[in-house]
């Protein structure tokens, strides 16, 4: 089992372009998840996904748009960049019941200039 | 809404010191009530868990008890070693839908050697 995986692992952008965050994982997970961590602000949800077909807004949904492709891919994508959006992306998924806990991928680090 | 505090870091111990992370909360209804860990470099990880008041948790010599009365979770270690080196957070698990989970800003603990 390879968990949750994201990619890319690292990219830079320019103010203005757009770019995707590509989300897996092969747990047979319900729900997915999109947070950005900064630093001193712990993790803020962007989207959710609760099951496959369905997606919400989280805490800091602007300037985001998501898909659940499937069961098994959630991905964010950022249709106009802003430096403010410079953060690391984080990408979890969680089985159903309130005993089950997130599992996260590696995460993506992103530069906006 | 459900908030979690916890305490400011960086917390920088000596090998074999004892721990304690606060972390207090504000829910309605039972929430569940997580610490994950986060090494440099990496997604975060599940360290403990617990689902109901009274509860403790525990994992790799760490251990945190639910108490509904006080409405925290502190997390301890009786003596903590230099791989203990990471970012610890605090979580609560909502009962709604796709189960969002609310993180605390994270506690930066560095341990010398």
């Known amino acids: 089992n390879a968990g949750v995986t994201q990619t890319p692992k690292f990219q830079v952008l320019k103010t203005g372009q757009s770019m995707t965050l590509q989300c897996a994982q092969d747990m047979n997970h319900n729900s997915m998840y999109w947070y950005r961590q900064d630093p001193g602000m712990g993790l803020r949800l962007i989207y959710y996904?609760?099951?496959?077909?369905?997606?919400d807004k989280g805490e800091v949904p602007n300037g985001y748009n998501v898909s659940r492709l499937n069961k098994r891919e959630f991905s964010l994508r950022l249709e106009s960049a802003a430096p403010s959006q410079t953060s690391v992306y984080f990408c979890?998924?969680?089985?159903?019941?309130?005993?089950?806990?997130?599992?996260f991928g590696p995460g993506t680090r992103l530069t906006v200039l | 809404g459900n908030s979690v505090t916890q305490m400011e870091g960086p917390v920088t111990l000596s090998e074999e010191a004892f721990l304690t992370i606060n972390c207090t909360y504000t829910a309605t209804g039972y929430p569940s009530l997580f610490w994950y860990v986060q090494y440099p470099g990496e997604g975060l990880q599940l360290l403990l868990k617990?689902?109901?008041?009274?509860d403790k948790g525990s994992n790799k010599g760490f251990e945190a008890t639910y108490r509904k009365e006080t409405t925290s979770f502190h997390l301890e270690k009786g003596s903590v070693q230099v791989s203990d080196s990471a970012v610890y957070f605090c979580?609560?698990?909502?009962?709604?839908?796709?189960?969002?989970?609310?993180f605390g800003a994270g506690t930066r603990l560095f341990v010398k050697a």
């Open positions: 979890a998924s969680r089985g159903q019941g309130k005993l089950n806990e997130q599992f």
């Open positions: 617990a689902t109901k008041a009274d």
């Open positions: 996904s609760a099951s496959e077909g369905t997606t």
């Open positions: 979580a609560l698990s909502e009962m709604t839908g796709g189960f969002k989970t609310i």
